[in-house]
């Protein structure tokens, strides 16, 4: 039966994209032959499985705790290769290596802040979130500044961020596809990016975070079995003498010394460096506060297994960027950055083209079956990073937006009627402080831990399952928005989104959570302050920059009202955020709650009533 | 939640903690265990709806001899947790430490003299203040930031040092070292090496300075909140 279905799924699928391929034009790029039919049986194969795993993985529970964070019951070695399939995504592992492939040294100066971000990831945000968290970023926080405003802005900021990231992924998933297919038509640019959105919409709705999590694992590991795979028959060829890879890469580059030194890609004058620093100050500090990074913190049951998933996702990343460096000096040293610049200006096709050239050349079987089984490993990859970024946004906005900021808005006369109502406790909260003598010891004193969070927290039952349905709407709402956006941008170069992206994260989410978590004065207008003021910059130096107008690349080619002269806003914005974090918490009339403050910060450091 | 427990005790009155547990037990019960769903793995130290014989006549120690029995149903990992501290917690009153010295010997505790002691209600907030006053809480966080405080900075400086380093010393970094190696190259694989030996250092000493302790106070808090 099954088998059946699956041969009937395959043919269809494949006479679908036969057709598109057919109807399009023969590929202009890639070095011709037939080898990328191949290649789309092998994305059908990608589609089938992750159906599959979605369709069986989806059916073992429906709570917000299933649907949020996967039953809390993935091991740390699994969540560690989640981690890393959530971080590495296209523009990883087919973009890193490509930039290495074109500019030698300067692509491996900008993989570094990828991998040194985890740091601050594992020392600073890990295991404190894991135990002071449920879901989100924005709980943490909420447990000791309950405000809904606080969580409005921190779900907010989660969903700007995920919501650009995504938009990247995606018009890079369209382009990306198209010349892995071996097509360059606008339709299978078009549809790719339809298809992509479809399928994430499909696992975030029916699979939600344990389907997620499957995906990100099955794609770390194809991704990491493919590197390895490559790295070693590229180290056989050199017969390990790495020295002479980078000779011979050097010799091919058409750059020759130069292409081993700094500055042949940020090297252009003084804000071209500074626009670097900018965007390693982003990448540096910006993974910490990407949410759907932190969600997959939830999906441990202990901040010690959090610590040690995020220690397999350090060694897993750290790994991947010492073989992307070695593929991108092979990609140079075998097939030449002239005809890698050829096939793509951006180098995104590098890793691809070493395949081919690896497993034995065009035409050979060898290279046909590599080439098809790297593209898939870079479809693989697209599609789980856009389920990952699809289910923390839509987590984002269920859990913090709609039931913890608007579902929980207080309602007075509601409020001594339904004594009984899940977020009646929370209402008479914020009607001030003088009545939380009244509210809060009974409940808090009779259920100790829990009723803390159930004061915060809506009620469970009803209120979550009603929750999990808005998130499941969520989902389909950002995963279409994000489809529409793109579509439109997707003849836009849109490269420097993945920077913002790490921007904006770095300004608006990762103060505010550092603040709270050591802080003791922080209050509820120093985390607004700081949500809003790494936020706002971060989106108003980007619409005031380069990349928007004033230059031949940018959004808006015929217009120029830029003054601000970088890319990326991070050296401005990261600043910002926390010096308005500052400013908010010693000029707030209210002084910090200390109560709140042991609660979290015994909370954190113990795991006492951890979720 | 047990909200009926507002109005019980009255207004600036010692709030009896064993009593509302038990009063509150029937009104717990259906809402109280899905906040802690025992299948998350996530061992809360039990739903607060467990001690049901609790009653408010009832003497300390079955209480206490039902608090122990809700230990083995959280997961192997907790049963060497040594450290049972008792800390008497030196700055806060007396009625605040009282929680601390609950697990091993709870006293039956006259609800005049706690009333003179404290105008509100002993409640989680009272725990998580007297817990993070505790020595055995200081010590944690004291590892903890003394560790993660230098360390965050020196591989963040180190980091933007090596960006900016290109820009600032470009003839050093296109400095010679071996064959095609050059001083920018050996930086770069150093920050790799800095990046897995930091990790290595961290969970080290994560592991060896604060894992246990923080196991230990874990458990310690949630027999007090219960």
């Known amino acids: 039966m099954t088998s059946v279905m699956t041969t009937l799924m395959t043919g269809a699928v494949r006479n679908t994209v036969t057709t598109v391929l057919t109807t399009a034009t023969p590929p202009p790029v890639a070095p011709a032959g037939d080898h990328h039919s191949l290649a789309i049986a092998l994305f059908a194969v990608v589609v089938l499985v992750t159906l599959g795993i979605t369709l069986w993985v989806g059916r073992q529970g429906n709570a917000a705790e299933d649907f949020y964070a996967g039953g809390r019951d993935f091991t740390p070695l699994q969540n560690g290769f989640a981690l890393s399939g959530d971080y590495l995504s296209a523009a990883s592992f087919l973009g890193v290596a490509g930039l290495i492939a074109l500019y030698g040294y300067d692509g491996v100066l900008y993989s570094i802040g990828f991998l040194v971000a985890w740091l601050v990831v594992l020392m600073l945000v890990a295991e404190l979130v894991r135990n002071a968290g449920r879901y989100t970023l924005a709980d943490v926080l909420a447990l000791r500044l309950r405000r809904r405003k606080v969580r409005a802005a921190a779900g907010g900021a989660s969903v700007v961020v995920t919501l650009l990231y995504l938009v990247a992924q995606m018009v890079g998933a369209g382009s990306l596809v198209a010349l892995l297919l071996g097509t360059d038509s606008p339709h299978a640019r078009t549809w790719t990016i339809i298809a992509v959105g479809a399928l994430m919409i499909v696992y975030v709705t029916i699979g939600g975070m344990r389907a997620t999590t499957w995906i990100q694992i099955i794609k770390a590991f194809l991704l990491t079995a493919g590197s390895v795979l490559l790295t070693v028959l590229l180290v056989v060829r050199f017969h390990g003498d790495l020295g002479e890879l980078m000779r011979q890469a050097a010799q091919h580059s058409g750059a020759g010394r130069r292409y081993l030194e700094p500055g042949l890609k940020y090297g252009h004058g003084f804000t071209s460096r500074m626009d670097f620093f900018s965007l390693g100050l982003a990448l540096v500090l910006g993974t910490a506060g990407l949410p759907h990074i932190l969600s997959r913190f939830y999906t441990v049951p202990t901040a010690r297994a959090a610590r040690r998933s995020t220690m397999w996702a350090i060694g897993l990343v750290g790994g991947f960027y010492l073989m992307a460096i070695v593929l991108g000096l092979g990609a140079t040293a075998l097939v030449g950055s002239a005809e890698v610049r050829h096939a793509n200006p951006a180098g995104n096709t590098a890793v691809p083209l070493l395949a081919l050239v690896l497993g034995g050349g065009n035409g050979s079987t060898g290279g046909v079956v590599l080439f098809a089984l790297i593209s898939a490993i870079a479809f693989a990859t697209i599609l789980a990073v856009v389920a990952g970024l699809t289910l923390a946004s839509s987590a984002a906005f269920a859990h913090d937006i709609w039931a913890g900021a608007w579902r929980n808005r207080p309602r007075r006369a509601r409020a001594g009627a339904h004594a009984r109502a899940g977020a009646r406790v929370r209402a008479l909260r914020e009607r001030g402080r003088g009545r939380r003598a009244e509210a809060v010891p009974a409940s808090r004193s009779a259920a100790g831990v829990t009723a803390a969070r159930a004061a915060e927290e809506p009620g469970p039952g009803a209120g979550e399952q009603q929750e999990v349905v808005v998130a499941r709407i969520a989902a389909a709402g950002i995963g279409a928005a994000a489809i529409v956006i793109s579509l439109y941008a997707q003849q836009l170069n849109v490269a420097f989104l993945v920077g913002l992206a790490f921007a904006v994260a770095a300004s608006a989410n990762l103060p505010v959570l550092l603040y709270s978590l050591f802080w003791s004065r922080f209050t509820v207008r120093g985390a607004v302050c700081s949500v809003y003021g790494g936020l706002v910059p971060a989106i108003v130096l980007v619409f005031f920059s380069p990349v928007v107008s004033g230059s031949k690349v940018a959004l808006f080619p015929g217009v120029d009202f830029h003054w601000f002269p970088l890319e990326n806003p991070g050296i401005v914005s990261i600043p910002l955020g926390f010096l308005a974090g500052w400013i908010g918490t010693v000029t707030s009339p209210e002084p910090a709650d200390p109560d709140r403050f042991a609660e979290l910060e015994v909370r954190a450091l113990t795991g006492a009533g951890a979720a | ?226």
């Open chain 2, 1 to 226: 939640m047990p909200q009926q427990q507002t109005s019980s005790p009255g207004q600036g009155q010692r709030f009896d903690w064993w009593a509302a547990a038990a009063a509150a037990t029937p009104v717990d019960t259906p809402s109280g265990p899905p906040l802690d769903t025992p299948s998350g793995g996530a061992p809360l130290g039990g739903p607060p709806g467990v001690p049901s014989d609790g009653t408010p006549g009832v003497p300390a120690e079955p209480a206490a001899a039902h608090r122990r029995r809700a230990v083995p149903a959280q997961p192997a990992a907790a049963r060497p947790a040594p450290a049972r501290t008792e800390q008497p917690a030196p700055a806060e009153p007396a009625a605040v430490a009282a929680p601390l010295d609950r697990p091993v010997a709870p006293p039956v505790r006259p609800a005049a003299e706690a009333a003179a002691a404290v105008p509100e209600a002993v409640d989680s907030t009272e725990v998580y203040r007297a817990v993070q006053a505790s020595a055995a809480f200081q010590d944690i966080r004291r590892s903890y930031r003394s560790f993660v405080f230098p360390v965050t900075g020196a591989f963040l400086g180190w980091y933007l040092m090596y960006v900016a380093a290109q820009a600032a010393a470009p003839g050093l970094m296109r400095t010679r070292v071996a064959g095609p190696f050059n001083v920018a190259w050996l930086l770069g694989l150093l920050q790799f090496a800095s990046t897995f030996l930091l990790t290595w250092l961290y969970a080290r000493n994560a592991r060896t300075k604060r894992d246990r302790a923080a196991l230990g106070l874990r458990w310690d808090t949630q027999d007090q909140l219960r």
